[in-house]
């Protein structure tokens, strides 16, 4: 597998002086599976990938990929218009993404980016093919010796994390995780307090954290939303449905993950600042873990 970061941005493309270095586009990554391509999410990094796809694949052949997507957040859908290769005869594209339990299926509410309404382009007029698969969480046969495994995250709307096994390498995504939390008052002296309610509580969120670290087990890379430090994260986030720092390093240390991206950069973060916060945080656990922790970057590449 060879997996290539193309946007790394959490909530809204960001460029300018300060994100030159780590990058400005939203999510979007390119999974390689020797001659065969995937894509991770739809954000405003699938344009510069679709430019790269007309110049380095489609010279070999018509472009076929899958395209996942993590959940339909505007930040993870938004540069499906500009994705070059819908608008190339002979390109066929699979479209999968979680199952939103709304009137609207994914095709509707990916493809009406493509009305008049939004674009000068209808989605009835692309050139490509394309067929959209709707997912639950499951264990999929992909083909050519590819096992995909899908794990609901914890955020606002159904979002997926994405676990693909090939030739014994494990390489999983949680772009947009929150960990679960206790949602009921747990001080005796609130007038909301039941304590029944607050024990369910605590269970019911141990065990999907429990869930959640399964999932993440034995990963050979994982890419998980960070958008916060700790202190930001308690300080006015809570409920976002994003991780902090902290948690998702103490997450992936307890799973045995042996290399982790930090992603989904805060649009206010600038490259000064994570600078600052990769050497911080490998500091902290230098000599406490055997897990190797990296801040994404636009460009950044992985092979396992």
Same mark, same amino acid.
């Given at each position: @597998?060879?997996?290539?970061?193309?946007?790394?941005? %959490?909530? =809204?493309?960001?460029? %300018?002086?300060?994100?030159?270095?780590?990058?400005?586009?939203?999510?979007?990554?390119?999974?390689?599976?020797? /001659?065969?391509?995937?894509?991770?999410?739809?954000? +405003?990094?699938?344009?510069?990938?679709?430019?790269?796809?007309?110049?380095?694949? &489609?010279?070999?052949?018509?472009?076929?990929?899958?395209?996942?997507?993590?959940?339909?957040?505007?930040?993870?859908? @938004?540069?499906?218009?500009?994705?070059?290769?819908?608008?190339?005869? %002979?390109?066929?594209?699979?479209?999968?993404?979680?199952?939103?339990?709304?009137?609207?299926?994914?095709?509707?509410?990916?493809?009406?980016?493509?009305?008049?309404?939004?674009?000068?382009?209808?989605?009835?007029? &692309?050139?490509? /093919? =394309?067929?959209?698969?709707?997912?639950?969480?499951?264990?999929?046969?992909?083909?050519?010796?590819?096992?995909?495994?899908?794990?609901?995250?914890?955020?606002? =709307?159904?979002?997926?994390?994405?676990?693909?096994?090939?030739?014994?390498?494990?390489?999983?995504?949680?772009?947009?995780?929150?960990?679960?939390?206790?949602?009921?008052?747990?001080?005796?002296?609130?007038?909301?307090?039941?304590?029944?309610?607050?024990?369910?509580?605590?269970? $019911?969120?141990? /065990?999907?954290? !429990?869930?959640?670290?399964?999932?993440?087990? %034995?990963?050979?890379?994982?890419?998980?939303?960070?958008?916060?430090?700790?202190?930001?994260?308690?300080? +006015? *986030?809570?409920?976002?449905?994003?991780?902090?720092?902290?948690?998702?390093?103490?997450?992936?240390?307890? $799973?045995?993950?042996?290399?982790?991206?930090?992603?989904?950069?805060?649009?206010?973060?600038?490259?000064?600042?994570?600078?600052?916060?990769?050497?911080?945080?490998?500091?902290?656990?230098?000599? *406490?873990? *055997?897990? !190797?922790?990296?801040?994404?970057?636009?460009?950044?590449?992985?092979?396992?």
């Amino acid at each position: @597998m060879k997996i290539k970061l193309w946007g790394v941005r %959490g909530s =809204i493309p960001c460029p %300018g002086p300060d994100t030159v270095e780590f990058g400005g586009n939203t999510a979007s990554l390119e999974l390689r599976f020797g /001659e065969r391509l995937a894509i991770i999410d739809a954000g +405003s990094g699938i344009r510069p990938l679709g430019e790269f796809l007309i110049r380095h694949d &489609l010279p070999k052949g018509p472009i076929k990929t899958d395209l996942f997507i993590s959940h339909t957040h505007w930040d993870h859908i @938004m540069g499906f218009p500009f994705f070059t290769p819908i608008f190339v005869p %002979g390109t066929k594209l699979t479209i999968y993404g979680p199952v939103t339990y709304e009137e609207e299926g994914l095709d509707r509410i990916i493809g009406d980016q493509l009305t008049y309404r939004y674009f000068p382009v209808k989605h009835s007029e &692309l050139a490509a /093919e =394309i067929k959209y698969v709707p997912l639950k969480e499951s264990t999929l046969d992909l083909g050519d010796g590819i096992t995909l495994t899908t794990k609901y995250l914890n955020h606002p =709307i159904l979002c997926l994390g994405y676990k693909f096994e090939h030739r014994g390498a494990v390489f999983c995504t949680a772009y947009d995780h929150e960990p679960f939390r206790n949602v009921f008052p747990t001080d005796p002296s609130d007038p909301n307090y039941d304590e029944s309610a607050a024990t369910e509580g605590e269970r $019911a969120a141990r /065990e999907e954290n !429990e869930k959640i670290l399964e999932f993440y087990r %034995g990963c050979d890379l994982l890419i998980h939303d960070s958008q916060y430090t700790r202190k930001e994260y308690l300080g +006015s *986030k809570i409920g976002w449905g994003h991780s902090s720092y902290e948690d998702v390093i103490n997450f992936a240390h307890k $799973a045995g993950v042996k290399k982790l991206v930090l992603f989904h950069h805060d649009p206010l973060r600038t490259d000064a600042q994570l600078h600052t916060l990769e050497k911080e945080y490998r500091e902290r656990i230098a000599g *406490k873990t *055997k897990l !190797e922790i990296v801040i994404a970057r636009e460009g950044g590449e992985f092979e396992l």
